[in-house]
């Protein structure tokens, strides 16, 4: 299998650093270079935490991190839009308000790999632009302001690029609102502009990645795997267990989604998404009760060309067997 080159965009952020290690671990997928974008946190924490996860691999030398967006592209011009940071928060029992992510990565020290003086935006336009055709894939795991922001400067990349995989929204799921994902819902604008690219667009939504939940029992054994990058992989998800639990309690209680991770894990064996279907989907940007809902067209005639392949199920023992092959290094 033809290894995928890739390049990352992600809004570090828990699920985000375990994409980041099964992306450089995996035979399969050459990690050209990662950029970094608002979401999770603020832009300085998504890549002083990317930058900690790239110091733990010792990759450094080899995958550049180039800073993105700081905000979303136009959502923030109206009050009641803004995702804000960290996705659900809540404050338990009273207390002390707790959020999705952490601020920085504490498992892992300080970086000190710097990020480049490049932007995001200008380091997909000139990487793709000077690329074959075919050459790229990209794989954005955040809000998709940058990838949108690229595609504005210089359209041309979404003839040049292979495809875009991209973690986001939600068919039966959501988890910012009652309609919208995170990833989408904090920059609508920017998720129609890449699903109607004209690039070929997989869509990895929560109705894939909620199937796919790693369990409290899975994280003892990954601890027991006793490298650096099982060990982050294990804290990472046990961060989300304890997350989960009480902001979006999934069916099994003690086990997580780790989305992003999911993103990557489908270019590395794609069997681990299932029910992936050939769609209509447009993102509502009108900022009402459905601002950044991802609506599929259910008619078999859409008025629209269908545009996105979306997968609408994954099978979680694959996914869970593939993580542990990967941190193994036989992924
Ligand atoms: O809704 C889940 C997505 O939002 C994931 O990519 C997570 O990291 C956050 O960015
Ligand atoms: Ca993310």
């Known amino acids: 299998m ?9 809004d570090t952020g828990s699920d985000d650093a375990v994409a980041i290690i099964c992306a450089a671990l995996s035979s399969k997928i050459e990690l050209h ?40 592209m136009v959502a923030t011009l109206l009050a009641n839009r803004h995702a804000g940071y960290g996705g659900q928060r809540k404050s338990v029992n ?42 790229f894939t990209l794989v954005p795991v955040g809000p998709l302001t940058n990838v949108a922001m690229a595609l504005r400067v210089e359209p041309r990349i979404a003839k040049k690029i292979k495809q ?11 988890n910012s609102t009652a309609a919208a994902e995170f990833n989408i819902w904090g920059d609508p604008e920017a998720a129609q502009i890449v699903m109607t690219c004209g690039a070929k667009v997989t869509v990895v939504p929560l109705d894939a990645t909620q199937n796919a939940c790693i369990n409290s029992d899975e994280v003892a ?19 989300r267990i304890e997350a989960y639990s009480y902001l979006q309690p999934m069916d099994r209680l003690d086990s997580a989604p780790v989305h992003d991770a999911l993103t990557v894990c489908y270019l590395i064996q794609p069997d681990v998404l299932e029910q992936v279907e050939l769609v209509r ?44 092959k990967i941190l193994r290094g036989e992924g």
């Open 94 to 135: 009273g207390g002390e308000e707790k959020s999705m992510h952490q601020e920085t990565i504490d498992e892992l020290p300080p970086a000190h790999t710097l990020p480049q003086d490049k932007r995001a935006v200008m380091h997909y336009v000139d990487t793709i632009m000077n690329s074959e055709d075919g050459e």
């Open 221 to 239: 054994e990954l601890y027991k795997l006793g490298t650096p990058a099982a060990t982050c992989v294990a804290d990472m998800i046990k961060h």
């Open 281 to 324: 989907c447009d993102v509502d940007i009108s900022g009402g009760i459905a601002d950044g809902q991802t609506i599929i067209d259910p008619r078999a005639y859409t008025d629209l060309p269908k545009n996105v392949n979306f997968a609408f199920f994954a099978n979680r023992d694959k996914f869970s067997d593939l993580l542990f």
């Open 33 to 72: 270079s990662i950029c970094t974008v608002w979401g999770n946190r603020p832009l300085s924490q998504t890549t002083e935490n990317t930058l900690r996860v790239v110091d733990m691999l010792g990759i450094g030398e080899k995958v550049k991190v180039y800073p993105g967006c700081e905000t979303s």
């Open 164 to 174: 875009i995989v991209l973690m986001g929204g939600g068919c039966r799921r959501s």
């Open 2 to 10: 033809a290894t995928e080159k890739i390049i990352l965009d992600v």
